[in-house]
């Protein structure tokens, strides 16, 4: 295994080649390789995994994905870690939450298992599907590197099929957690950086013909009466076939030489709607392969300064979510995403907004059922390396593939690229576009960013809202700005022309045992803050929406005072999930107004 180096005659490759990453760093693994995954049969490969820890690179450096798999006593030369043997962790987890040791791990590790397969026929495909990996992930399988995926929190493929065999495969995965100055998001942020495969990994085996992607939606031109279906298939196939039957369509579609396919139907669906979920079986099959989905149709427009849901102007009675647990980490399951969405219905929300990158696809499949209106984005978060192509390209990739897993949701209604970034030349034209490959490959929502206020002018303004439908604004007076005052200042100087929701603003309230009575950090002081964010909020007619900094408190390293002590404490529910805050009843209270008036108005509306 010890390599000479090309550098000296007494170099060896493992110990002096310090670009020794660069093969594995191809990108491939992205957005293009993503097939269609509802109502396929998925073989889980969760379970124990072999794991090591690689601080160094060892692994990539001494090639430890090309070790055969033999006994200790048959081998001739010496090794550093066998991925055949040794300590196991479960997949899915984030390794912090596992050992100690390793809460702070910031690095390489290897997963790896065996994967066993039956017969191998060419009339079959397999593909891999990792639901997301923290940040980068390298397979490799028999030995074989197949590609690498950056982003932390997006489903990717890789497809297996050419490099199975019959029998005992091995099948190894590098991921790497390391904040760096080219990533999505950069070095410095106000959340917990865990690592690892924290969402499910499956095998997916397909006929040769595959569908790759199905897009349905209801015609957003105000007529209500047409639904369209968007299809793209990879195989030796010129038509698709759709039903769904309970709007009675079931109809061809041609495909074009790439595969590509769009149909549009007269339909007048029963509309989607938090108040309404109505959701409609759709099946597709192209060749031999058949996939489903279940889908709501409806409408999401901005019209002057309104948000309107199917022709209605709608107020977003929000609550900002990270994906983060006490015991967990990042990964999350339906239990805990359902508590989620018990505990905004308790606070009388119809709206969240998933902070700061993408959760897991269940939320949005679950907020379609249970009726919730959502705000999903890409973590271009605080400082990003907004000059940098290989930066863009990281960006733009994870929000194609946060679309594309998403955009049959209908409780999605807003695309967001970005949280408090600076208004500068090189982040404007780097958001500019993103947007534009927002609206392109769905132009069906809104888009919009958490952007700042300000402060030179004390007012809303910032360039990238004229290219974005729907104006965040992360605002904290009563917090990080004592000034309150500024707030209704700032509301009065301010004249967006398009629909604002803030959407962030709170303050750290420590109920521990140890926490203060008064003043900073105290319960009591958070809910004054929410009484007077409210108190002024309530009367600028351009804010459409609010979603407070945070419905739980999470873990974070950057806050270690005496109240903090590793968490944020915004949360309007401490971190154990269930105990509120008193600020969780002002806000309730709030918003129980708020619905009650969007009632009346649509009761007079009707008469
Ligand atoms: C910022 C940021 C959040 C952060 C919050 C806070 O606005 O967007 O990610 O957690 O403020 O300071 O608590």
Same mark, same amino acid.
């Given at each position: 295994m010890l390599e000479r180096s090309?550098? @000296?005659?007494?170099?060896l490759q493992a110990l002096h080649d310090? @670009? /020794?990453?660069t093969p594995f760093?191809?990108?491939?693994?992205?957005?293009?390789g993503m097939i269609f995954i509802g109502g396929r049969k998925a073989r889980s490969l969760a379970g124990e995994w072999n794991f090591c820890v690689d601080l160094l690179d060892t692994g990539l450096r001494q090639k430890w994905f090309a070790l055969e798999e033999m006994a200790a006593t048959e081998r001739t030369e010496p090794w550093?870690?066998?991925?055949?043997?040794g300590e196991t962790v479960p997949v &899915?987890?984030?390794?912090?939450?596992?050992?100690d040791r390793w809460y702070f791990f910031e690095g390489s590790v290897w997963y790896s298992r065996c994967l066993d397969m039956d017969a191998i026929t060419r009339d079959k495909r397999q593909f891999l599907r990792i639901g997301?990996?923290?940040?980068d992930c390298k397979i490799f399988l028999n030995g074989a590197f197949l590609g690498n995926h950056y982003g932390g929190s997006t489903p990717f493929f890789c497809e297996l099929s050419e490099h199975l065999k019959a029998g005992r495969n091995w099948l190894m995965l590098m991921v790497n957690n390391t904040r760096t100055?080219?990533?999505?998001?950069?070095?410095?942020?106000?959340?917990f950086n865990y690592g690892g495969i924290y969402r499910e990994v499956a095998l997916y085996q397909t006929p040769r013909?595959?569908?790759k992607d199905l897009f349905a939606y209801l015609? &957003?031109?105000?007529?209500?009466?047409k639904i369209a279906v968007e299809v793209s298939v990879d195989g030796d196939v010129r038509e698709a076939r759709v039903d769904i039957s309970q709007l009675g369509i079931s109809d061809t579609i041609t495909l074009d030489e790439d595969g590509r396919g769009r149909i549009i139907f007269d339909a007048r669906p029963d509309l989607w709607s938090p108040e309404t979920p109505n959701l409609y079986d759709i099946k597709l099959s192209a060749g031999s392969d058949h996939v489903s989905d279940r889908v709501g149709f409806r409408q999401i427009s901005r019209i002057d300064d309104e948000i309107h849901l199917n022709g209605n102007a709608v107020f977003l009675r929000g609550i900002s979510v990270h994906?983060?647990?006490?015991?967990? +980490?990042k990964m999350t399951d339906e239990a805990d995403l359902r508590r989620r969405f018990a505990d905004a219905k308790e606070l009388n929300c119809?709206?969240?907004?998933? @902070?700061h990158y993408p959760h897991h696809e269940q939320a949005a499949q679950l907020a379609d059922e249970m009726g919730f209106l959502l705000w999903e984005e890409i973590p271009?978060?605080?400082?990003?390396?907004?000059?940098?192509q290989a930066t863009y390209r990281d960006a733009r990739n994870q929000l194609l593939e946060l679309i594309k897993r998403?955009?049959?949701?209908?409780?999605?209604i807003i695309w967001s690229v970005g949280?408090?970034?600076?208004?500068t030349d090189v982040r404007l034209r780097f958001m500019q576009r993103l947007v534009a490959t927002a609206k392109s490959t769905d132009p069906t929502r809104l888009t919009s960013a958490a952007c700042l206020v300000n402060h030179a002018k004390n007012r809303?303004?910032?360039?990238?809202a004229e290219h974005i439908d729907v104006i965040g604004i992360n605002e904290y007076y009563g917090w990080?700005?004592?000034?309150?005052d500024d707030l209704v200042a700032i509301g009065e100087n301010s004249s967006p022309g398009k629909p604002v929701v803030i959407s962030e603003t709170g303050a750290d309230g420590d109920?521990?045992?140890?926490?203060?009575?008064?003043?900073?950090?105290s319960e009591a002081y958070m809910s004054e803050v929410y009484e007077k964010q409210i108190a002024t909020l309530?009367?600028?007619? /351009?804010?459409?929406?609010i979603s407070p900094w945070i419905l739980y408190d999470f873990r974070v390293e950057r806050r270690q005072n005496i109240f903090q002590r590793g968490f944020?404490?915004? +949360?309007?529910?401490?971190a154990d999930k269930i105990t509120r805050k008193k600020a969780f009843y002002v806000l309730a209270d709030f918003y129980a107004q708020k619905r009650q008036a969007q009632r009346e108005g649509e009761k007079n509306h009707d008469h």
């Open positions: 090309d550098l @000296a005659e007494n170099a310090e @670009a /020794y990453d760093n191809t990108q491939t693994l992205n957005h293009e550093d870690y066998d991925p055949h043997e &899915p987890a984030c390794w912090q939450m596992l050992k997301a990996a923290q940040y100055l080219d990533r999505v998001p950069m070095r410095n942020t106000d959340w013909v595959v569908i015609v &957003p031109d105000n007529g209500y009466n994906e983060d647990d006490v015991t967990h +980490g119809n709206f969240l907004r998933l @902070a271009v978060y605080w400082a990003i390396d907004f000059d940098n998403d955009r049959n949701r209908a409780s999605v949280n408090e970034n600076p208004d809303i303004e910032d360039r990238l990080y700005e004592e000034n309150f109920i521990s045992e140890t926490g203060p009575r008064t003043g900073l950090f309530r009367h600028l007619s /351009y804010v459409k929406g944020n404490k915004k +949360g309007l529910i401490a």
